[in-house]
């Protein structure tokens, strides 16, 4: 089955950084790719998402890129602010939407 | 959209006692619905899937069970808790309308 690597697991840049979240997966033919930010004792809510046939999304601060070939996606997010500080998820789907997680990246943002 | 109830939001059961979570949908017909564990600081794990009324796929062997009675209800159970069964568990649900798969409020179980 899908297997998903995630790092880091913790990241910490001062306001203003840039930061970048990798995740790899293992099963090819996995074709959803979606981002997840989740807040303490919150539901994990959609930030952005990629289709296998598409190798980069951008929407204001947050980019995803996708390369297929080496099996990884990564999540870049610019001009960070302190609101962004959370858990991120990655995950990858194929067959049903069932989803499977990355093990998460907490993300400090310090003002 | 889609609107997901959860209940309960949190619950402290013994060992050895039952459980019974339910998740019941709205703004959508004949979702996918899913339920998730994620334990205290950790990832999401998916437990059990299903694509239609009584049809339920289970990802992993465990000591929990889940039903569809309705098309638009996802109920998670348990006969007898275990301490491993502690966790925040989250019902979602996906149209199959776009790709987002949209989650419940979950429910915090505490297991003693």
């Known amino acids: 089955g899908e297997n998903v690597e995630q790092h880091p697991s913790t990241l910490s840049v001062q306001e203003g950084d840039s930061a970048v979240i990798k995740c790899t997966y293992s099963?090819?033919?996995?074709?959803?790719f979606p981002w997840y930010k989740q807040e303490l004792g919150k539901r994990p809510q959609l930030i952005i998402d990629?289709?296998?046939?598409?190798g980069e999304k951008k929407d204001q601060r947050i980019a995803v890129t996708l390369n297929k070939t080496a099996k990884h996606f990564s999540l870049h997010i610019t001009e960070t602010q302190p609101e962004d500080s959370a858990v991120y998820f990655c995950a990858a789907s194929n067959f049903f939407q069932k989803l499977v997680f990355g093990t998460g990246t907490r993300l400090l943002v310090s003002p | 959209s889609q609107t997901i109830h959860q209940w309960p939001a949190t619950l402290v059961q013994p060992v050895g006692s039952p459980l019974s979570l339910e998740c019941t949908v709205e703004?959508?017909?004949?979702?996918?619905l899913y339920w998730y564990r994620q334990a205290a600081g950790r990832g999401l794990q998916l437990l059990f899937y299903?694509?239609?009324?009584?049809?339920i796929s289970s990802e992993v062997p465990q000591n929990l069970s889940a039903s569809r009675p309705q098309d638009r209800q996802f109920i998670l159970s348990s006969k007898k808790l275990l301490l491993s069964d502690s966790g925040f568990y989250l019902c979602?649900?996906?149209?199959?309308?776009?790709?987002?798969?949209?989650f419940g409020p979950g429910t915090r179980l505490t297991v003693l």
């Open positions: 979602a649900s996906y149209s199959g309308q776009g790709d987002e798969q949209f």
């Open positions: 990629i289709r296998s046939n598409v």
């Open positions: 703004g959508t017909s004949n979702p996918n």
């Open positions: 299903s694509v239609g009324i009584g049809q």
């Open positions: 099963d090819s033919a996995s074709n959803y």
